[in-house]
């Protein structure tokens, strides 16, 4: 079992920066990846970016050059450095981890963290 807590969220003006942390416990161990998503107002959930154990971080075209991805190698916390933000990037961010257990792989999720950019 995984639990994960986001912070960091916040209002920010377009063109400013926030930090997203996301503190992992449990079994961490088992984590082979780990994301963040975001989801606007009345929209599906999306990916924004992902890093895997001992690869390179993958981020979406919308937010590559502006956000960095970043996690300690105990996998104890993830952070996502989002700059120059635009109000597109508005939405709740999720924090995400993906465990595997034998041949069992698991989703864990946070509970999500507000990000509002005003124009």
């Known amino acids: 079992q995984v639990t994960l807590v986001e912070s960091g969220g916040g209002l920010v003006q377009a063109g400013g920066s926030l930090r997203l942390s996301c503190a992992a416990s449990?079994?961490?161990?088992?984590?082979?990846?780990m994301a963040w998503y975001r989801q606007a107002p009345g929209a599906v959930r999306e990916l924004v970016a992902l890093?895997?154990?001992?690869?390179?971080?993958f981020y979406d075209d919308s937010v590559k050059g502006r956000f960095t991805m970043s996690s300690d190698n105990a996998k104890n916390w993830v952070h996502l450095q989002m700059n120059s933000l635009k109000p597109e990037d508005t939405g709740v961010y999720y924090c995400?981890?993906?465990?595997?257990?034998?041949?069992?792989?698991?989703?864990?999720w946070g509970q999500g963290t507000q990000v509002t950019v005003s124009s």
């Open positions: 995400k981890a993906v465990s595997v257990a034998g041949d069992v792989e698991y989703e864990y």
């Open positions: 449990g079994t961490i161990s088992t984590i082979n990846a």
């Open positions: 890093i895997t154990s001992g690869g390179s971080p």
